[in-house]
C-alpha cells in the first residue's frame, strides 16, 4: 500500500543535543510538509517542499531545519532541542494542485526531550 | 487569508445520538475544506472534503458535511455515534495554492459515552 513512513515513532533526546526525524514516502507526491504538534492543539506547519523547493514558515525557529534529499525522504533536523520542543512531529505529503487534493499523514514521531 | 474556527473543543455524545461538529470558515477565495480525524498518537487521517462540487459530501465511517455558503460553514455529522468514534476532529481549509497548505482549526475532541 502506498503509504507516508515515519521513524522512529518515539525518540528521546537530551536537551541540547541534536536530534533527525526521517519522513519516507511511497506516493510519489511532489510535495512534503513537517508540522508540529503539541498536545490538544492543532498541528502547525513547519516548513513546505514543493520539488526540491524549500518553504520555510515565517515562525518556525532556527532551531529547526530540513532536508530533502530525493522525492521520498525528507528529514527534519533539530539542532539544539529545548524542552519545549517536546511534541508530536507529523509528516505529510501531496499532489500539487491548487488545493484541492488532501494531505497525506505519517503515524507521527514523538519527541521527548530530558 | 483563511481561518478556521471550531465551536467547542470538547463534545460529548452517547452510543447512538446524532453527532455534530462545527465548522465556521473565512476565505477570500471560495474555500476548499476538509475534516480530518485524529486517534491518540497517531497522524491525520481525512474524514471527507468539498472541493466545490456537491454541497453536501460523504466521507469514511458514516461521516458527512454541508458546505453552507450563506453561513460559512462546513458541519461534521453523523447521525448515529459509536465508541471507536471517540477522537479528535479538525477541520481545515486550503490557500488553493500549488503547495495545498492548509489552516487548521483548534480541534474539536469527541467523548462517547455508553
Known amino acids: 500500500d502506498a503509504m507516508v513512513i515515519q521513524n522512529p515513532r518515539y525518540q528521546v533526546t537530551q536537551f541540547g543535543k541534536p536530534v533527525t526525524l526521517s519522513c519516507s514516502q511511497t506516493?510519489?507526491?511532489?510535495?512534503m510538509y513537517w508540522y508540529q504538534q503539541k498536545s490538544s492543539q492543532a498541528p502547525k506547519l513547519l516548513f513546505h517542499y514543493y520539488d526540491k523547493d524549500f518553504n520555510n514558515e515565517a515562525d518556525t525557529p532556527d532551531n529547526f531545519q530540513s532536508r530533502r534529499p530525493n522525492t521520498s525522504f525528507c528529514f527534519l533536523d533539530i539542532r539544539s532541542p529545548g524542552l519545549g520542543d517536546a511534541a508530536m512531529y507529523l509528516c505529510a505529503t501531496s499532489p500539487p494542485s491548487g488545493g484541492s487534493y488532501e494531505q497525506y499523514f505519517g503515524p507521527g514521531t514523538r519527541l521527548t526531550v530530558t | 487569508a483563511q481561518s478556521v474556527t471550531q465551536l467547542g473543543s470538547h463534545v460529548s455524545v452517547s452510543e447512538g445520538a446524532l453527532v455534530l461538529l462545527r465548522c465556521n470558515y473565512s476565505s477570500s477565495v471560495p474555500p476548499y475544506l476538509f475534516w480530518y480525524v485524529q486517534y491518540p498518537n497517531q497522524g491525520l487521517q481525512l474524514l471527507l472534503k468539498y472541493t466545490s462540487a456537491a454541497t453536501l459530501v460523504k466521507g469514511i465511517n458514516g461521516f458527512e458535511a454541508e458546505f453552507k455558503k450563506s453561513e460559512t460553514s462546513f458541519h461534521l455529522t453523523k447521525p448515529s455515534a459509536h465508541m471507536s468514534d471517540a477522537a479528535e476532529y479538525f477541520c481545515?481549509?486550503?490557500?488553493?495554492?500549488?503547495?495545498?497548505?492548509?489552516?487548521f482549526g483548534t480541534g474539536t475532541q469527541l467523548k462517547v459515552e455508553l
Open positions: 506516493l510519489n507526491h511532489n510535495v
Open positions: 481545515a481549509v486550503s490557500d488553493r495554492g500549488g503547495g495545498n497548505k492548509l489552516t
